[in-house]
């Protein structure tokens, strides 16, 4: 037979229904975790940036102008408000 658990502090929790009679000997073989994919990782998505950067700077440049070139002066008056009225 095989089980299958998760380590929580000095207790092993077994997956599923495993009705093994108290003083039963066991035997526990550890196994390591799987290694996590790179792809979508922190390293990875830094790494495919840094290859992007030479023409990303080029575009970055170009969406800050038409920020810039977008812009509107801001207005403190509200819609309701009329000039020379205080409330």
């Avoid at 009705?19 to 922190?42: H, Q």
């Avoid at 800050?64 to 509107?72: E, K, L, T, V, Y």
């Amino acid at each position: 037979m095989t089980f299958r658990g998760i380590v929580r502090g000095k207790v092993i929790r077994l997956k599923g229904r495993a009705l093994i009679p108290e003083g039963t000997e066991v035997e526990v073989v550890v196994k390591e975790p799987k290694p996590v994919s790179a792809s979508g990782s922190p390293q990875a998505v830094l790494a495919a940036v840094d290859r992007l950067r030479p023409g990303l700077s080029d575009d970055v440049d170009a969406l800050i102008r038409a920020i810039n070139d977008g812009r509107r002066p801001v207005r403190f008056n509200g819609p309701f408000d009329v000039e020379g009225t205080h409330a």
